[in-house]
């Protein structure tokens, strides 16, 4: 039975001759490697070269249309809730070692009242 041919692991970077034991990770192409550095110093020349600010943060509804966003909502909605949920459980378990209202709304930027409206199920 003959041998099957294994790939070459790549042993360094294309573009900065980098070792490969020194970078984080290394993207293959045909016949070529490429760092997470390389990587990323080609993202900036690239982005400069477009003309656009690095660190722009442009809002994704910006280029979607009414129905599109519309269709992302519920989405949203449903991450909200579990994030809220998970928020109630951790106050929950605040409350459950003896932490008092005052503390919670404190870190919180709001009142004893306005925590125990929250998060109370007496509330």
């Given at each position: 039975m003959?041998?099957?041919?294994?790939?070459?692991?790549p042993?360094?970077c294309s573009?900065?001759a980098?070792?490969?034991?020194?970078?984080?990770?290394?993207?293959?192409?045909p016949?070529?490697?490429i760092?997470?550095t390389?990587?990323?110093?080609?993202?900036?020349?690239?982005?400069?070269?477009?003309?656009?600010?690095p660190t722009q943060?442009?809002?994704?509804w910006?280029?979607?249309?009414?129905?599109?966003i519309?269709?992302?909502l519920?989405?949203?909605?449903?991450?909200?809730?579990?994030?809220?949920a998970?928020?109630?459980a951790?106050?929950?378990?605040?409350?459950?070692?003896g932490v008092t209202?005052?503390?919670?709304?404190?870190t919180?930027?709001?009142?004893?009242?306005?925590?125990?409206?929250?998060?109370?199920?007496?509330?």
């Open positions: 003959a041998a099957t041919a294994h790939p070459e692991e042993t360094h573009f900065c980098k070792p490969s034991a020194e970078t984080g990770k290394l993207v293959s192409g016949g070529v490697y760092c997470d390389c990587v990323e110093l080609a993202n900036r020349i690239v982005t400069e070269a477009l003309g656009k600010p943060n442009t809002p994704a910006t280029a979607m249309t009414d129905e599109e519309l269709h992302h519920p989405g949203i909605a449903a991450r909200i809730d579990q994030a809220e998970e928020l109630r951790w106050v929950h378990e605040l409350r459950r070692r209202w005052t503390r919670i709304g404190d919180f930027g709001i009142t004893r009242q306005s925590a125990w409206e929250r998060f109370s199920d007496e509330a």
